[in-house]
Nanobody, 122 residues
Framework: QVQLVESGGGLVQPGGSLRLSCAAS????????MGWYRQAPGKQRELVAV???????NYADSVKGRFTVSRDNAKNTVWLQMNSLKPEDTGVYYC????????????????WGQGTQVTVSS
């Protein structure tokens, strides 16, 4: 099985920065896309950013220019650098990874981390 462990959440004032990390471990052949989602109280989980194995990125409009997603394929790790944070960025942030577990197969399985709380408040 695959485990994703997140870290880096916390309480920050508006305008501040946080850096989230997510490390995947287990019997992994390859991880294709890795991404970050968030869920605010009373709202559905939404995509924040995704990065392909080759480094192509996609961001939600609400975070473009403020957040940066990056990864290290050798370490199966993805980061989310969050700058100029706003109160509306508050929520539980989840990472995911589309992992290939069998060398002879292209089938992916999506795994999720346990979530880390980000609170932006003065």
């Amino acid at each position: 099985q695959v485990q994703l462990v997140e870290s880096g959440g916390g309480l920050v004032q508006p305008g501040g920065s946080l850096r989230l990390s997510c490390a995947a471990s287990g019997s992994i052949v390859r991880i294709n896309n890795m991404g970050w989602y968030r869920q605010a109280p009373g709202k559905q989980r939404e995509l924040v950013a995704v990065i392909s194995r080759g480094g192509s990125t996609n961001y939600a409009d609400s975070v473009k220019g403020r957040f940066t997603v990056s990864r290290d394929n050798a370490k199966n790790t993805v980061w989310l650098q969050m700058n100029s944070l706003k109160p509306e960025d508050t929520g539980v942030y989840y990472c995911n990874a589309d992992a290939v577990l069998t060398p002879s197969s292209l089938a992916e399985i999506r795994y999720w981390g346990q979530g880390t709380q980000v609170t932006v408040s003065s």
